[in-house]
């Protein structure tokens, strides 16, 4: 954006200085001579040269730089899909850990009830009613 704007000022830049300088020059390229090109068309003529080469010298750059976001896209989605696979063995290992928790709560009240001494507490009586330990 910045770019379109210092052009558009500097484009109103030459057209005011092409009112006031209409001299000719001569211009010879090579073996070829040109003479009485306006000093105006030789100054926007060298401005959109060097904007023409500009862009070539850039699009190889942007080129390069679309396929390395590109390249990067791909790995954050490896990324993501490595996070969902890790997040659903973390779901398994976690019920599994809930699953051992609770055979090893059951092992341990039949081993307090296999001792003579065993009193359950109320809450423990209470869940056993309800047949929910």
Known sequence: MIGLILTIIIGFGIAYFSRY????LTITIGENVYSNIPLFIITVGTYILGILLAWIIEVPQSIATAFHIKGLGRTIKSGNNTITQLQEKIKKLET???KLHE???KSIIVNKQADGNYKPNIIQNFLHRLNLK
């Open 96 to 98: 599994e850990n809930i």
């Open 103 to 105: 055979r090893n709560n």
């Open 21 to 24: 300088v209409s001299s000719g």
